[in-house]
């Protein structure tokens, strides 16, 4: 989403401590449909609010239990959101509430509030939620007068409490709603339509099956989009954009060339608001008739329904309630009663604060476009995130017809090689992550949709200089998204001492551009060959890194292929390892992740999974910050909280071990908790691709081969292909809200390269979140949380160096 920032206040490093949340009372509620993740995000209002001194009250069955008050209003205790951070749904109910509508039905609201002196709310719903909360709040004094009138309340209530304050967090799974990224619930929902979506897949291979899948959404068709592009669907069905008249024949020709090239499925995903151009909704029995009518193929329709709620909010969706819900305490804290109602969001990682009707109104906008059968407004008016999905998956589903035949690429003539026919190797380099193969198949199509050849290298650099290269085409990479590890192989070898047999390799297979995907070898590795650009002239085409590494290790990038799935590894495990403690006597249990120096996993997966503490490399601890952490946790196990988590990552401390720590809290913690330590190992490595990192690794992956591109046409010349300068060697990687292309030469001085980390890593500003919510004393600096935004339409021209993701 592009917007014009409007800074609220001076960015210089700023401290909560001078927030105080003394004398207020906060309440918070869940509305609306639920969505997972909700509960991260009470948990966190409830713990940052008890943090900063203010009283928080958690409001029960959304605003029908505010409308009701009475016991649906209780205040809330540091305790009583223990271990809820895991469970799907809200806790505290949800509810629509017809009364709330009515004048009547907010004048009780209002009544219940005051009462209890709540003037600060934290609403968690969709959009009708958020407008609701803000009618109530343009109301607010006219419904004081109301009850004063009444004799309802007196004069000192109406005068304390004539300021309501309201801030919103979106919870829907839909991912409807204009100025954020994501909505809190929208990637758990994507983890159960992938679930499902890679279970139909095997059934659907044995019997030569075509599937219908029908998604939830409403009006808005990002969970389809998303999950076609996840999992490489034949063909979707969206809203926004209805397919072209005629669609029908295109569909079935479409799937039976995909049959005639041998694959044994076909997958269709329709979102439960497609519709056609005239308006006419598609429905999946519509979709299934059509296929069985034209082709014969034996299809089936599996409607997901509310699967797509339940279950256990995935990682990303813990951290991201996690970080909107302290966001929206320090709204509250800030607000006046000038500030607009906001909401709180993530643009890319960032923080950010929207005012929430301007929200509410592009989100309205956005069917009124659909109503007028403006659709590429509709698509535009969505966002920049749902756009550039549409165009990645309309990239990947293009396929010239003429590509697979023999020698159907090099009819064009030599004289045309500056447009096309250029030779682009693909390689893996480093330990495999997760999204890899999803990275390789995106690159391979959208390089062959671009006219290129398209070469794969196994493993590595060491299959590079052992000639362990072919021709790769659209259908070897068939069903690759869904796939773990990496198919191609991957090895850490480096390139330095192999120089003159890789250019000998180029120069055998003329190879015109190289795209690595992989970890920190790779990066090395493109140091090394732009290196030695001067010796060799083979080196001198365009190379291209993306970032694919569970460790997240990667200088110039925020986040990695690989990672996410990395992530729902340990939140997954740990979840399970704090559920076998039930029932028995208090228990600690201290886990070792992986990462190498980089402390991003085990930081993140503690904010996941509830940790108490995370030891990590960045920030050095000792023997007495050790001590201070067993007796804080001893503390905690004498109250009504059963388990403790703490996280320590491989390379923390080389004395401090996990052994070390283990036996440190076993001796300390005697009488009180018992100990159990568990090192997660490689299981963080392995299992099938979560839906982010499929989506991540297939757009970047785009992103690197179209810059490829534009950049062989620009050094074509005379006849053949040179490249030498920085800017022809790159590392593509996601920085704050946009995907940049950074010349690798200048990440070298932000690396460290004996740690194998970045200098600067943007994560350890969530470390502060994560002591606050285990009940930590420390210094939060909020001069990088959200600053008040307003949502614009006005487009920057995008630069080809970057574009937001």
Request: hydrophobic share 40%; aromatic share 6%; charged share 25%.
């Amino acid at each position: 989403m592009a917007s014009a920032v409007v800074p609220k206040r001076q960015d210089t490093r700023k401290f909560f401590e001078n927030l105080s949340g003394a004398g207020k009372s906060i309440a918070v509620l869940t509305s609306g449909g639920d969505a997972q993740g909700m509960n991260a995000a009470v948990r966190a209002v409830v713990r940052m609010g008890i943090y900063v001194g203010a009283k928080v009250y958690f409001i029960h069955e959304g605003y029908q239990g505010m409308v009701d008050g009475g016991d649906n209003i209780k205040e809330a205790t540091w305790e009583s959101v223990s271990s809820m951070l895991q469970v799907g749904g809200t806790v505290i109910g949800s509810a629509r509430c017809k009364e709330f509508r009515t004048h009547e039905g907010r004048l009780k609201a209002a009544h219940n509030l005051v009462q209890r002196s709540i003037t600060n709310l934290c609403v968690i719903g969709g959009d009708g939620s958020l407008t609701g909360a803000n009618l109530f709040r343009e109301e607010w004094s006219g419904l004081l007068d109301e009850l004063l009138q009444q004799g309802l309340i007196d004069k000192e209530a109406a005068h304390s409490n004539s300021e309501l304050h309201i801030v919103g967090m979106v919870g829907s799974i839909d991912n409807d709603f204009c100025g954020t990224d994501m909505t809190i619930g929208t990637d758990s929902a994507l983890h159960r339509i992938i679930e499902v979506v890679d279970a139909i897949m095997t059934t659907a291979q044995s019997h030569q099956r075509t599937f219908v899948l029908e998604v939830m959404g409403r009006h808005c068709g990002y969970l389809a989009l998303v999950s076609a592009l996840a999992c490489g669907a034949d063909w979707v069905f969206i809203p926004e954009m209805p397919p072209e008249d005629g669609w029908e024949d295109s569909m079935c020709q479409k799937l039976s060339e995909s049959r005639s090239r041998g694959s044994r499925l076909n997958i269709i995903i329709v979102a439960e608001g497609a519709i056609d151009r005239q308006g006419q909704p598609i429905t999946s029995g519509f979709v299934k008739d059509l296929v069985v009518r034209c082709l014969g193929f034996d299809t089936r329709v599996t409607i997901l329904g509310h699967v797509q709620r339940g279950g256990t909010p995935s990682a990303f969706d813990r951290i991201l309630a996690s970080r909107m819900g302290v966001e929206a305490v320090l709204a509250l804290l800030e607000a006046s009663a000038s500030t607009p109602a906001c909401v709180v969001s993530l643009v890319g990682n960032q923080a950010v604060r929207l005012p929430l009707m301007e929200c509410v109104q592009m989100t309205q906008e956005v069917q009124k476009a659909m109503d007028e059968k403006k659709f590429e407004e509709a698509v535009r008016l969505r966002g920049r995130s749902f756009e550039n999905n549409l165009t990645t998956y309309r990239l990947l589903s293009y396929r010239k017809a003429d590509s697979e035949l023999p020698n159907g690429e090099e009819e064009a003539g030599d004289e045309e090689q500056s447009d096309s026919s250029f030779n682009v190797a693909v390689l893996n380099v480093g330990a495999p992550a997760a999204g890899m193969n999803a990275a390789v198949r995106s690159a391979v199509r959208v390089g062959i949709t671009e006219g290129h050849k398209m070469f794969a290298v196994n493993d590595g650099f060491e299959g590079f200089y052992k000639g362990q290269i072919k021709e790769i085409k659209w259908g070897d990479v068939g069903g690759w998204t869904g796939q773990g590890g990496s198919l191609l192989g991957t090895k850490r070898t480096l390139p330095g001492k192999h120089l003159e047999k890789i250019a000998e390799q180029m120069r055998i297979h003329n190879i015109n551009a190289l795209l690595v995907i992989g970890g920190f070898e790779a990066y090395v590795g493109l140091l090394e060959l732009s290196a030695a650009r001067d010796k060799y002239n083979e080196f001198c085409v365009p190379m291209v890194m993306v970032p694919a590494t569970v460790s997240n290790n990667i200088p110039g990038s925020d986040l990695s292929i690989g990672s996410d799935t990395a992530l729902n590894a340990i939140t997954d495990t740990c979840d399970r390892i704090k559920q076998s403690a039930s029932g028995t006597k208090r228990r600690v249990f201290i886990i070792e992740t992986m990462g190498g120096y980089c402390g991003y996993l085990a930081t993140v997966g503690g904010l996941a999974a509830g940790a108490d503490t995370v030891y990590i490399y960045e920030e050095p601890f000792d023997i007495r910050d050790l001590q201070a952490n067993v007796e804080h946790l001893t503390q905690k196990m004498k109250t009504s909280i059963q388990r403790g988590l703490v996280l320590r990552n491989e390379n923390c401390n080389e004395n401090f071990t996990t052994d070390f720590i283990y036996q440190l809290y076993t001796e300390e913690g005697r009488g009180v908790f018992d100990c159990r330590k568990n090192i997660l190992g490689h299981m963080q490595q392995g299992g099938a691709p979560s839906p982010f990192d499929r989506n991540f690794g297939t757009k970047v992956a785009a992103k690197a081969i179209q810059w490829i591109t534009r950049t062989l046409k620009d050094s074509y010349k005379g006849g053949r292909v040179f490249a030498n300068s920085d800017d022809t060697a790159c590392l593509l990687g996601m920085r704050r809200r946009a995907l940049v292309f950074q010349p690798v030469s200048q990440l070298r001085d932000e690396t460290d390269f004996v740690h194998r980390i970045p200098k600067e890593q943007w994560w350890l500003k969530l470390r502060p979140l994560m002591k606050i919510l285990a009940k930590y004393k420390t210094s939060y600096d909020v001069s990088d949380s959200g600053q008040l935004e307003h949502v614009t339409r006005i487009r920057p021209k995008e630069s080809n160096t970057s574009a937001t993701i």
